[in-house]
């Protein structure tokens, strides 16, 4: 079966998602809580959790599971990574489709908005991308390198970025 441009997309955003947390899992509790003087507002460690409980409310928004359970704070790493992964895995599920069910449109929020499933998708997405930017920019005020999330090395990994051939 061929994946649909949406799920491609999906699979890259949670593939940078856990990505960047695994590169946080070395950071000591000082270096997560760090409040940098600059645009970024937050330490990493608040940036992880909103943008893992944010994705899991964007999949119930989406598939209209039960509301995501409350969460006491803070969150382990481990906790943020099986939030992430679950939460990611069910958006790529969400987005191959299915039963006209599965993904009704309109969507009826509960504040009384209404909303196109693909308004929450194209959500998921640049949320994320924006705050794994701002987490970036953090480890590079710490002195650490940030890894690389874009679509290049993605593609790489996933070999559908092919150097040519060498003469």
Known sequence: MT??????????NNWANLRLLEACGSLSDEQLDFQPQ???????????????????D?????????HPPERG???SLAELRDVLTQSGGALVVAAQGGPADRLPAPIH??????????????????????????IKSILSALGKEP?????????RQQEALIPPAQP
């Open 58 to 66: 964007y999949l119930w928004m989406l598939t209209r599971f039960d």
């Open 109 to 134: 929020l509960t504040d009384g908005y209404t909303v196109e499933p693909w308004v929450i998708l194209t959500q998921v997405i640049n949320h994320a991308t924006e705050h794994r930017e701002q």
């Open 38 to 56: 600059s645009a970024v507002h937050g330490t990493i460690r608040a940036m992880l959790r909103h943008l893992a409980t944010s994705q899991e």
């Open 73 to 75: 704070d803070p969150l």
């Open 147 to 155: 890894p690389r999330l874009d679509g290049w090395v993605y593609g």
């Open 3 to 12: 994946k649909s441009i949406v799920e491609r997309l999906l699979e890259h």
